[in-house]
């Protein structure tokens, strides 16, 4: 009757140990850390670099506690901060501006813990510190930005169509197109809407028998537009803060045109608002063949010229005046030559674009071109093809991609490296190390007495069951930490009030149980059928409770944010630990403590 078959006590053994193995590295705490990344996507970071830093840092009689090598960075622990900032500028001098050598924090939990996939939860920005913005997005530069581009399609396709007209502009949030002719603006609407069809078009009548088109984007366009530029602008930030070694930053969306940006871990804000203002773009250029190409990296350029390097850092002679840029670009993405097999990049461009490049390469066919990339306000020659034939339709390949890894990472890179529109920073934090610390011993020690008062109280009413109840709180405690260890997730303030309220809740399923055995022997029936009759009939009881509970908690994830959602996946996670710990694992030790027994005349239940 209350005997576990052997499966059920190995499997409450197993869950119990591999919830131990993954708490353990929350233990261990945090050693200063430095983080050593690329800055362009053609510098490796492997072996060879490891195997430098090492000696770099034995020649400066700087003694790292690890050196850690993963797929994007090299992380270098130490004992204290003093050797870490000392390890900082003498890793930054002799690696150059190649490499990023950011300040982290990183776990001290031994190497075995590591190879066994056992890591710790990382800690939001108000437990380990950092920087808070909120920056808002110029939504009317975007609008701005977009119906300038449409002004210039408008007057080339009007030219190519040899529509006569007397003038396109742009008014407030309208576009003005002008004729003499009726018949001229009829031509004109057909056109316009066949190619335009964002736009809203409406016939008036001007000064002196003018005829006018107004033309304007309608709600849908406008809401597009918007949400390409808040999207845009969210993942360039992303690819920014990774040069920061942050190791879980947030960058969410809050409301319709403001990005909420925290960065754990980064305590100076000039650094970081430095790195959320750089962009990234391309730009097309002519090869100057009317002068010969120089050997010299330091050689003067003639009157008209600029001198760049290429990818192997030779120098190379290109005409100053830029032929297109990366404003036209709409989308890049990674893919191979259909000859070659090598890795190149598929950009696209947009209308006017597109007509640009066509026109460039019929007027230049049999001359080199240079594509080049500017980023951080360096500028570098990805490859400088000759034209062999006009190109059209906006679809350009970019070749001259070492691998799959750099034509994801180049095309990442064009497709998200401007900001789409303006933002400025309207709200601006910093939470120091120390204030982070004072939270997190807040936070457990509101834990911690609040299970030592729950544990005094249940043991105290209860004696024997209420020993269970408190092991099998302990245990859910134990289950919560190891599920949010192996998800990785970030741990906050409110969430270590989730995990406090947890507990608090999760006792309920316990008194239920207790209460339900006392009612038994109370109606006269026999110690075992007591405890047997108590787990069951309370089972029904604990499931609607949580299930309703959990419905909340969803209900908080799925329709807040920030904060919120952080308070509620701990919340849920809770609620399905409690229900594990309190109904199996609690009656695990109670078939441990009774069910062997034949004969039990009392129950010590209080």
């Known amino acids: 009757m209350n005997r576990y078959p052997l499966w059920k006590y190995i499997f409450i053994g197993l869950v119990l140990l591999l919830s131990a193995l993954y708490s353990l590295p929350n233990l261990f705490g945090e050693s200063p850390a430095v983080q050593i990344s690329a800055l362009k996507s053609n510098v490796k970071v492997d072996t060879a670099l490891m195997a430098d830093v090492e000696s770099t840092l034995k020649t400066a009689n700087l003694a790292p506690q690890a050196i850690i090598l993963d797929k994007t960075s090299i992380k270098v622990r130490f004992a204290n901060p003093d050797t870490q900032i000392k390890a900082k500028d003498v890793l930054q001098s002799k690696l150059g501006e190649g490499y990023v050598v950011a300040l982290n924090l990183l776990s001290s939990s031994p190497d075995w813990l590591r190879h066994l996939g056992a890591l710790p939860m990382y800690l939001g920005l108000d437990l380990r510190g950092g920087v808070h913005f909120l920056m808002q997005v110029d939504m009317k530069a975007a609008l701005d930005k977009a119906l300038e581009r449409y002004v210039g399609d408008i007057r080339t396709q009007l030219r190519d169509k040899r529509i006569a007209y007397s003038g396109v502009g742009r008014e407030g949030q309208t576009i003005q197109i002008k004729f003499k002719l009726a018949v001229d603006r009829d031509k004109a609407k057909a056109v316009i809407s066949k190619d335009f069809p964002d736009l809203s078009l409406k016939e008036t009548e001007g000064g002196e028998g003018e005829k006018q088109l107004i033309a304007s984007l309608g709600l849908p366009a406008q809401k597009h537009i918007e949400d390409f530029a808040l999207k845009q602008n969210m993942t360039t930030l992303h690819n920014r803060v990774n040069e920061l070694g942050v190791a879980e930053p947030i960058i969410q969306q809050q409301g319709a045109d403001r990005v909420v940006i925290q960065l754990p871990g980064v305590q100076d804000t000039a650094k970081a608002k430095e790195i959320l203002g750089r962009t990234a773009t391309l730009e097309i250029r002519m090869v100057d063949e009317e002068h010969p190409q120089p ?68 007027e230049n066919v049999g001359k080199r071109m240079a594509i080049v990339l500017v980023e951080k ?91 269970v109840s408190v092991l099998s709180l302990g245990v859910n405690l134990l289950l919560l930490v190891a599920v949010l260890s192996m998800l990785q997730a970030t741990l906050t ?66 329709f807040g944010s920030g904060p919120v959602r952080g308070f509620a996946i701990v919340h849920v996670l809770g609620i399905l630990t409690s229900m594990f710990s309190a109904v199996i694992v609690s009656r695990g030790l109670v078939n441990l403590t009774y069910g062997y027994r034949r004969k039990i005349t009392k129950l010590v239940i209080g």
């Not at 010229?305 to 890049?332: H, M, N």
């Not at 303006?422 to 936070?443: A, C, F, Q, Y």
């Not at 409110?494 to 999760?506: K, R, S």
């Not at 069951?536 to 959990?550: E, K, P």
């Open 493 to 558: 303030l409110p969430g270590l009030a989730a995990i406090a309220l947890t507990l608090g809740m999760a006792i309920d399923a316990n008194v239920l149980i207790n209460e339900r055995i006392r009612e038994e022997l109370r109606n006269g029936n026999s110690p075992q059928a007591s405890i047997s009759t108590g787990y069951d009939r309370a089972f029904g009881t604990i499931l609607d409770s949580n299930v309703t509970t959990l419905i909340v908690g969803v209900m908080l994830f799925s």
């Open 377 to 467: 306000n360096l500028s570098e020659v990805i490859t400088a093809p000759v034209i062999q034939e006009e190109i059209g339709g906006g679809r350009v390949q970019i070749s001259g991609m070492a691998n799959v890894q750099e034509a994801t990472d180049v095309s990442l890179l064009l497709r998200a490296g401007a900001l789409a529109a303006p933002m400025d920073i309207i709200e601006e934090r910093t939470v120091g190390p120390s204030m982070g610390e004072e939270n997190i011993k807040r936070g457990v020690h509101s834990t911690m007495y609040g299970f030592l008062a729950i544990a005094v109280m249940m043991m105290a009413y209860y004696l024997v069951f209420g020993t």
């Open 295 to 362: 050997t010299d990296k330091n050689a003067t350029a003639p009157f008209g010229s600029l001198l760049f390097s290429d990818r192997e850092g030779r120098p190379i002679l290109l005409k100053k005046q830029v032929v297109l840029t990366g404003d036209y670009i709409t989308d890049a993405s990674p893919g191979l030559d259909n000859q070659t097999g090598s890795s190149v990049v598929h950009v696209n461009l947009d209308g006017r674009g597109a007509r640009i490049f066509k026109q460039i390469t019929r």
